[in-house]
């Protein structure tokens, strides 16, 4: 997991290979480079399905979670947060006035 027992420096190479389209095992070289541990590949796959999306719908989120990594909850709750968004925004604009 990248979360609270990773250092920033390996947070922000877990965060910024996955989101890249690093493979597990060059996220894992470079994590190496710095000291830590390698990233198992359920994490990986966690990172990759969780908090890519995460960090695509806000960009300044990948900052913030580099210093303080959210919980899988918060995760999850951004993300219904920005489908709810999402929803309403495509209501909004397929909404006609009769």
């Known amino acids: 997991m990248a979360g609270k027992r990773r250092t920033e420096a390996e947070r922000a190479i877990i965060y910024a290979g996955v989101m890249g389209g690093l493979s597990n095992e060059r996220v894992d070289a470079l994590l190496r480079q710095v000291g830590g ?34 919980t899988s909850g918060q995760v999850k709750d951004a993300l219904d947060q920005d489908r709810r968004e999402e929803e309403a925004a495509i209501r909004d604009l397929t909404q006609t006035d009769d």
């Open 37 to 70: 541990r390698p990233l198992g590949s359920s994490s990986y796959q966690w990172v990759k399905k969780q908090y890519v999306p995460y960090f695509r719908n806000d960009p300044s989120r990948l900052g913030v979670a580099i210093e303080h990594p959210p």
